[in-house]
């Protein structure tokens, strides 16, 4: 499982769109652990670029903060489980919880 999180001073960017990096966190479900992390710097933000450019790095997961629904709907088209309105925290810490059950999810952050 490959699980991508918008990131901007290390912790979870409340914008998808607007992040400095990308965290790529590779986890085994199974086993709830945390395999391997990469950072990559995404292309520039525009409409349909990022969901794309991460279904070709092999993500099958997205944590935001918020995200349009436009990029969940792309998300969707290719498969990817996009969950919105995770909490400001460090890739690995939201991994842990997504794997465990317990990422409490608030409110898309995002209105378009």
Known sequence: ML???????GKLC???????????IEADPATKQIKST???????HEPGVLPRWLH???AN??????????AQQLFAQN???????????TPENLVIAYLDGTLVNG??????
Do not use: S, W, Y
């Open 14 to 24: 409340a914008h998808f769109g607007h992040c400095e990096q990308f965290a790529l």
């Open 38 to 44: 990469k950072h990559l710097t995404p292309p520039p």
């Open 79 to 89: 498969g990817v489980q996009v969950v919105v309105g995770a909490p400001v925290d």
């Open 61 to 70: 997961v997205i944590l935001a903060g918020g995200m349009g629904q436009r």
């Open 56 to 58: 070709e790095q092999g």
């Open 107 to 112: 409110v898309n952050l995002c209105d378009h």
């Open 3 to 9: 699980i991508a999180i918008p990131v901007a001073n």
